[in-house]
């Protein structure tokens, strides 16, 4: 049974950071590409950032330049490092395998970890 347990999230002002982590159990997580998602109230869930099994990263325009993904493959852990964050980053944040070549989530969700960016 895949699980997916991200943690991190809480509240924090306009510039500040944060540091979200992601424990993925019963897969075999080394192969998986895995991305960050978000989903803000009343809108869509969004890929923020993916990253290879190998450790490549892409990354949305609006997040370019202030998050960072990393994984960890022996603790079987995704993180993603967020600065200077801003307030329509605001939002439940979710990690997820990646179907492989594509962007599409793949499998069951975790509870995901709010995010509250305030002005």
């Known amino acids: 049974q895949v699980q997916l347990v991200e943690s991190g999230g809480g509240l924090v002002q306009a510039g500040g950071s944060l540091r979200l982590s992601c424990a993925a159990s019963?897969?075999?997580?080394?192969?998986?590409?895995m991305g960050w998602f978000r989903q803000a109230p009343g809108k869509q869930r969004e890929l923020v950032g993916r990253?290879?099994?190998?450790?490549?990263?892409k990354y949305g325009d609006s997040v370019k330049g202030r998050f960072t993904i990393s994984r960890d493959n022996a603790k079987n852990m995704v993180y993603l490092q967020m600065n200077s964050l801003k307030p329509e980053d605001t939002g439940v944040y979710y990690c997820?395998?990646?179907?492989?070549?594509?962007?599409?989530?793949?499998?069951?969700w975790g509870q995901g970890t709010q995010v509250t960016v305030s002005p």
């Open positions: 990253i290879s099994a190998v450790g490549n990263t």
């Open positions: 019963g897969i075999v997580y080394r192969t998986n590409p």
């Open positions: 997820n395998r990646l179907s492989p070549g594509t962007d599409s989530p793949w499998g069951s």
